[in-house]
T-cell receptor, first 110, second 113 residues
Framework: DAKTTQPPSMDCAEGRAANLPCNHS???????VYWYRQIHSQGPQYIIH?????ETNEMASLIITEDRKSSTLILPHATLRDTAVYYC???????????WGAGTKLIIKP | NAGVTQTPKFQVLKTGQSMTLQCAQD?????MSWYRQDPGMGLRLIHY???????DQGEVPNGYNVSRSTTEDFPLRLLSAAPSQTSVYFC????????????FGSGTRLTVV
């Protein structure tokens, strides 16, 4: 079972920063946090991942708390095209497979 | 560079029919996998492969077969379609066994009547 808790839905105004929370209180020391998104039933798209340091790439920033029990994905200037379901994943089974939860549906409003 | 290509995009099958969903990638990734996604849910792993000639079962393998004769191709076979297999199927490839950098295909929407 997925070891993450995400809100089922969130709204954000276009042009503002979208902050998507994820709780993973049972994360173990060597487990990474991965973020993917899925736009309108397309195939999921990799966004970013991290272990304990904050990470940033051209798509987003990932902030992981010091105790690693939660994280936040930040889309700095959300656009309408960022409307999607965002998945926070920290669970991989013994065969290194991702375990997907239901994610957060992010709606960007004009 | 096409990434991961899945065919067909849509398919309707009658119960008991068999078919093969095709998946091809041109990124020379060793790792490939098949998922199904039911409405409102996350993806569930069906089968995966860590290289040509090597496959293994995921979370929901029953009713599906796979083979991996080349690095590029990873077809998924439905042996005897059932209405419970109505779903959207995604193929993915990755350069590593870790969770980063998966590239997904655009999916196959399968309806079994």
């Amino acid at each position: 079972d997925a070891k993450t808790t995400q809100p089922p839905s969130m709204d954000c105004a276009e042009g503002r920063a979208a902050n998507l929370p994820c709780n993973h209180s049972t994360i173990s020391g060597n487990e990474y946090v991965y973020w993917y998104r899925q736009i309108h039933s397309q195939g999921p798209q990799y966004i970013i991942h991290g272990l304990k340091n904050n990470e940033t790439n051209e798509m987003a920033s990932l902030i992981i708390t010091e105790d690693r029990k939660s994280s936040t994905l930040i889309l700095p200037h959300a656009t309408l095209r960022d409307t999607a379901v965002y998945y926070c994943i920290v669970n991989m089974d013994s065969n290194y497979q991702l375990i997907w939860g239901a994610g957060t549906k992010l709606i960007i409003k004009p | 560079n096409a990434g991961v290509t899945q065919t067909p995009k849509f398919q309707v099958l009658k119960t008991g029919q068999s078919m093969t969903l095709q998946c091809a990638q041109d990124m020379n990734h060793e790792y490939m996998s098949w998922y199904r996604q039911d409405p409102g849910m996350g993806l569930r792993l069906i089968h995966y492969s860590v290289g040509a000639g090597i496959t293994d079962q995921g979370e929901v393998p029953n009713g599906y077969n796979v083979s991996r004769s080349t690095t590029e191709d990873f077809p998924l076979r439905l042996l005897s379609a059932a209405p419970s297999q109505t779903s959207v199927y995604f193929c993915a490839s990755s350069y590593s066994l870790g969770g980063e950098g998966y590239t997904f295909g655009s999916g196959t929407r399968l309806t079994v009547v």
